[in-house]
């Protein structure tokens, strides 16, 4: 197991006042996870999403799967 922290970003789509969450993508090769967080809250919860989970996510938000808000 590796000591790595998550290297924390938001996506350059992201311009809505900082409502927003932030994902750190650096663990996925090393822990097979990709940790999730409100940027709002950088001290509270993270989400650790397996890899195969998130990639399904982010392809049904590209299709649409979810509707818009």
């Known amino acids: 197991m590796t000591n790595e922290s998550p290297r924390w970003f938001t996506s350059s789509y992201s311009e809505n006042g900082g409502a927003c969450v932030e994902v750190a993508t650096n663990l996925i090769a090393s822990r097979g996870i990709v940790p999730v967080r409100d940027s709002k809250d ?3 919860p993270v989400l650790s ?3 195969g989970s998130f990639t399904s996510f ?5 299709a649409g799967d979810f509707g818009t808000v």
């Open 49 to 51: 999403i397996p890899t």
């Open 42 to 44: 950088v001290a509270g």
């Open 58 to 62: 982010v392809a049904g938000v590209k």
